[in-house]
């Protein structure tokens, strides 16, 4: 009996805490249930027009001088004399004189060879007379034989005029001599690198200086292959000329420091033959009158290292997209007309840095998501807020909402009730309006 009394008060206890438990968790209130709403996201677009597209093909190079020489004395002497315009980077016209030399030697023998022509003419003179005296004497004499040349003194008056024609050569060659003491430009341009001074003798084949001209700059441009296909480069033949006029416009640019510069000018011809290295074409870049105060507020010094962009074909009806909205290199997304998303890949015909020019996989009208999305699938809705640029979001007209269903809106809200608000939210979509981003109204807060 005492076993009994000791075993059922524990076991009352366990069993009024189970009885407790099981009807605590019979009793448990609800837990509040939050409206589950289904996220759309909201995407701006782009409105896609197909557009004439001027392709610009970019390459670089060096400038350099169309015609560029060294200047070598014809003859030997001291100089006497340097110009001004003799030196490194100065420039000089056709025509002006850059050195002189010691004409002393050279004025004694033009003095010389004038003595020399004045003997020879005389002896020809004395020949002729002789000559005509030679054809009296046979003409007055009986003699039935035909006299000889020499008697008659022909070779004589040949060779006295031989002598005369000899003389005057020499003298012309004296005269030369005598011009080139004074060391002319052969045409319009500047010094690159002076060599001599005044006081040094020189000799033929010394290097006095080293020229350029300064009528043309040109720059030899790189193409590789693909930009060839996008240049209207008219091949020339042997035999043909093609005016400046019929190649392509190209713009180069320097830039120095902060500054920039441009100058304009024209592709006038490709060389002969691809590099086998690098399968580049190198065409040339010709600009008129670079250091003329008329191609801008830098002349196009020889030497400069310049970036260059050179007209291409234009292309007809081609879409233009930014290069980011082109996912991984594979597609585009494309919001249909019922608001979902498309994954869409494209014919890119050309491309640059920030944009693709698209020939196929797009169709005039079609809007382009640029709004960035993590994951996008096919068939995924999202909501257009932004056409071209213009808000198309839309907002509840509070104005127009009824009074009483506005008070039952506010009323179910104040309660908490979001099952009410669930409901009373399909009713009040009818009174939305699409809003733009500068008369974008917001309700109050009372109007929520």
Request: include cysteine.
């Amino acid at each position: 009996m005492k076993s009994w009394l000791r075993i059922v008060p524990p076991l009352a206890v366990v069993g009024l805490a189970t009885a407790v438990c099981i009807w605590l968790f019979a009793t448990k209130p609800e837990p509040r249930k939050w409206p589950q709403r289904e996220t759309i996201p909201e995407v701006a677009v782009e409105r896609l027009v197909p557009v004439d597209y001027q392709v610009w093909l970019e390459s670089q190079g060096t400038v350099q001088a169309r015609t560029e020489s060294t200047l070598i004395p014809e003859v030997s002497g001291r100089i006497l004399e340097v110009s001004p315009k003799f030196r490194d980077g100065a420039f000089f016209e056709k025509g002006d004189v850059l050195l002189e030399l010691d004409p002393r030697d050279y004025e004694t023998a033009y003095i010389v060879a004038q003595a020399a022509l004045a003997q020879a003419e005389l002896e020809l003179e004395q020949e002729q007379a002789a000559y005509e005296i030679a054809q009296l004497d046979f003409e007055s004499a009986l003699i039935t034989e035909d006299p000889t040349p020499i008697a008659l003194r022909e070779p004589q008056l040949k060779l006295a005029r031989a002598n005369v024609e000899s003389a005057k050569a020499r003298l012309e060659q004296a005269r030369n001599n005598l011009d080139d003491t004074r060391i002319v430009a052969p045409y319009a341009g500047r010094v690159l690198r002076q060599n001599v001074d005044v006081g040094q003798f020189v000799t033929p084949g010394t290097v006095l200086a080293r020229l350029y001209a300064v009528d043309y700059a040109e720059v030899r441009l790189p193409l590789t292959e693909r930009q060839m296909q996008f240049m209207d480069l008219k091949e020339s033949f042997r035999g043909e000329e093609n005016p400046i006029q019929e190649f392509p416009r190209v713009i180069l640019t320097w830039e120095l420091g902060q500054q920039q510069f441009e100058w304009e000018g024209r592709i006038v011809r490709s060389e002969g033959a691809i590099d086998t290295g690098s399968r580049q074409l190198f065409v040339v870049a010709q600009v008129d009158d670079p250091y003329g105060k008329g191609q801008g507020e830098m002349p196009l010094k020889v030497g400069s290292f310049v970036e260059a962009k050179i007209e291409g074909r234009t292309l007809p009806r081609r879409f233009i997209i930014p290069r980011k909205m082109y996912r991984k290199n594979e597609y585009v997304l494309i919001v249909n007309h019922d608001n979902t998303l498309e994954r869409r890949g494209l014919t890119v015909e050309w491309s640059t840095e920030d944009h693709l020019v698209v020939s196929e996989g797009i169709r005039p009208g079609e809007m382009l998501c640029r709004t960035q999305i993590n994951f996008p699938v096919n068939g995924m809705r999202v909501n257009v807020v932004e056409v071209d640029g213009e808000s198309r979001r839309k907002e509840i007209d509070w104005e127009k909402v009824p009074p009483e269903l506005k008070q039952e809106f506010e009323q179910a809200r104040a309660d908490q009730n979001w099952q009410k608000m669930r409901q009373l939210q399909t009713q009040l979509e009818a009174y939305k309006v699409e809003v733009s981003a500068q008369g974008k109204s917001s309700p109050s807060k009372t109007q929520g």
